[in-house]
């Protein structure tokens, strides 16, 4: 099991910036690719980012390109996504997952553990 823990949410204005942090425990030597969600209310979880956790390489969703983050301290077990220039649109739960498979994983199913999620809401 991995267990882990979104943090760092809150209300932005828009065009501001916030860090999202996710630490990694447990048998986390299993994890291939970590990534970030969101789900806003009445919407599917969309997938954000990627990063391979042994190699760093990162992928994207379009949405985010060249305004969110990825990247990861394995010192640390800690993933972290670095959002700039947020919008009201951005709004929703936002959740890490763990990957055990290889792959560029970009699905819900494609990931094994997921954190209980962090708000963030941006303001007009």
């Known amino acids: 099991q991995v267990q882990l823990v979104e943090s760092g949410g809150g209300l932005v204005q828009a065009g501001g910036s916030l860090r999202l942090s996710c630490p990694a425990s447990?048998?986390?030597?299993?994890?291939?690719?970590m990534g970030w969600f969101r789900q806003a209310p009445g919407k599917d979880r969309e997938f954000l980012a990627g990063?391979?956790?042994?190699?760093?390489?990162?992928y994207y969703a379009d949405s985010v390109k060249g305004r969110f983050t990825i990247s990861r301290d394995k010192a640390k077990n800690t993933v972290y996504l670095q959002m700039n220039n947020l919008k009201p649109e951005d709004t929703a739960v936002y959740y890490c997952?763990?990957?055990?498979?290889?792959?560029?994983?970009?699905?819900?199913?494609?990931?094994?553990?997921w954190g209980q999620g962090t708000q963030v809401t941006g303001s007009s």
């Open positions: 997952a763990a990957s055990r498979r290889s792959g560029l994983q970009q699905s819900p199913p494609g990931f094994d553990y």
């Open positions: 447990g048998r986390t030597f299993s994890t291939y690719v």
């Open positions: 990063v391979i956790w042994n190699g760093g390489s990162t």
